[in-house]
């Protein structure tokens, strides 16, 4: 029978995973301010697009706002707190 | 994730080939419930109709129309399983449970924890040696390592390096070279779907204290310190920082050759020009391994002959104008652009003044679209002027700085390459007083 042997684990050392709780959420999207953000990757402009005009004709009671953040793949703060000051939810995409 | 923190209700939309690795970010967020959408893979140079049938169209992930999935999960009340605390520990062992050598071989292949090539198994006696390589102490923390800039970062000790430095065949005294390109930060397997790769340079005197080539065969499989300390650095970095695992942590569509192992040294000793750590802030005496970020294309040349300022032209306007230019040259090819009345900076300072296109050739560029644009709208320049050119207007489309030159190779032909390779191991502008200079290898000694 084979020698067993004892090896050291390659692995770095993961996180913590510290639990978070979503967005309470409303009732409908009527008369709600639904931010839809353009990630910036190539082409996400023209989906978010059509994602408006969607909303436009299928939920017209629903007032979409376009909004960008400062670069892809970075957190932008001041795109947050304009969405948080008079938004109510939010789509953003696409993420290739 | 950070607006629904904020008490925004949000619906991130990805492609679906995004949809093992939204759900792995989501839980390693504390978010598992998070209420992700997918449309289909590409949205890149989909019509504008195209893209309105994605939205009427089936979620491929969530196998529901898509904009059902938007609409309930913004509105959809919170319930139980969105409540659950998802907070949890998670470690690794020092130590796997013992086995035979064959088993554990086939767990470290099964656990993605390999590039698939023959690995030295990490027993204690060998990653024992492999630690007298260095006077750092092996729980002394290194730095922390992540897949992309989203993901979660993950740490790692000297012991981590080292045990990796084992599974790739290295020796002892490289261990510093390979401690300081992990405490660089930067992962050689990053999970970019445009398959980046991370090119080591390495200059100072411990490129001849561990016999490093430089010569014959430089970027080639011809010595064992050059392909060893390489394929450490990856192995680390796909270990350390969580995985390197297609789907997962891993999206880069096409993949990358130097991911297995890219480390070279620069030949110091025959070059015309100073040594490139010298360039960039070092002593001459100081060790250094420089981290260039690219791997995307490669152009090659002999030279420089009577037209090698339209051959340059060609290859520096071809080149994915995103990821800037490192030529790799041969002594011969230096010695000549010096009897060609050139140092080094002025040859870079030739290459941008001469590497132009017109401006819409240089935005109609995924890349450039992506992460320049918005820089050059916010009015940074160089970008700035560049998206403010005619679109017929030639632009130049790298700086100087953009732009590296190192000297290699065995002096059998006057073989230049040019790589995609931006030096990304700079100090921080805001790096705390008295931080290690990234790449410094002494300090590791």
């Known amino acids: ?96 | 994730m950070a607006l629904e923190l904020d008490g925004i209700p949000t619906i991130p939309v990805s492609t679906h080939v995004f949809g093992r690795l939204a759900k792995a970010t989501a839980v390693a967020g504390g978010l598992p419930t998070t209420r992700s959408c997918f449309v289909p893979q590409p949205v890149v140079g989909r019509t504008p109709s195209e893209l309105r049938a994605y939205i009427e169209g089936i979620d491929p992930v969530n196998k529901r129309p898509f904009m059902q999935g938007v609409i309930e999960g913004l509105t959809r009340p919170l319930d139980d399983e969105d409540l659950k605390d998802a907070s949890f520990e998670r470690d690794t062992p020092r130590y796997l449970e013992p086995d035979t050598e064959d088993n554990l071989r086939t767990l470290f292949m099964e656990q993605h924890w390999t590039d698939y090539l023959p690995i030295i198994l990490p027993t204690e006696e060998r990653v024992e040696a492999m630690l007298k390589g260095t006077s750092k102490a092996p729980d002394m923390f290194v730095g922390y390592m992540r897949p992309a800039n989203f993901r979660e970062a993950w740490g790692f000790d000297v012991e981590k390096v080292a045990i990796n430095a084992v599974m790739a065949g290295a020796r002892p005294d490289y261990l510093p070279v390979i401690l300081a390109a992990c405490a660089t930060g930067i992962s050689a397997r990053s999970s970019s779907t445009t398959s980046w790769a991370s090119l080591a340079f390495v200059n100072g005197p411990i490129r001849k204290e561990i016999g490093m080539n430089d010569g014959i065969g430089a970027m080639g499989p011809h010595n064992h310190a050059n392909a060893t300390i390489g394929r450490a650095y990856s192995l680390t970095s796909q270990n350390c920082q969580g995985g390197s695992v297609p789907g997962e942590t891993y999206m880069g569509s096409l993949g990358n050759n130097y991911n297995y192992t890219a480390c070279f040294a620069e030949a110091e000793e025959r070059s015309p020009w100073s040594p490139f750590h010298v360039d960039h802030g070092f002593k001459a005496e100081d060790s250094v391994v420089s981290i260039f970020l690219g791997g995307w294309y490669t152009h090659s040349g002999f030279g420089p002959r009577e037209s090698w300022q339209e051959k340059f032209v060609r290859m520096l306007t071809a080149a994915d104008h995103f990821s800037s230019p490192l030529f790799v040259m041969d002594p011969i090819v230096a010695n000549e652009f010096v009897k060609l009345g050139f140092t080094k900076d002025s040859l870079i300072q030739w290459c941008s003044d001469n590497a132009r296109m017109k401006a819409k050739y240089y935005w109609d560029d995924q890349w450039i679209t992506t992460l320049v644009k918005p820089h050059a709208e916010a009015g940074v320049e160089p970008m700035a002027s560049r998206l403010h050119a005619d679109p017929e207007a030639l632009i130049s489309i790298f700086a100087p700085e953009d732009i590296k030159i190192i000297v290699m190779g065995g002096e059998t032909q006057g073989a230049f390459k040019m790589l995609s390779g931006r030096l990304v191991s700079r100090p921080r502008p805001n790096a705390p007083r008295g931080s290690m200079p990234p790449g410094l290898i002494d300090v590791w000694r």
């Open chain 1, 1 to 96: 029978m084979a020698q067993k042997i004892r090896v050291l684990d390659p692995r770095g050392y993961p996180p913590k995973v510290v639990g978070k709780r979503l967005a309470n959420r409303p009732e409908t999207l009527e008369g709600k301010v639904v931010y839809l953000i353009d990630c910036l990757f190539d082409n996400s402009d023209i989906f978010m697009e059509q994602l408006r005009d969607w909303f436009a004709e299928h939920i017209p009671g629903a007032i979409t706002k376009m909004i960008k953040p400062r670069e892809s793949w970075v957190d932008d703060p001041e795109m947050r707190a304009r969405v948080v000051a008079d938004g109510d939810v939010a789509i953003i995409g696409v993420g290739l």
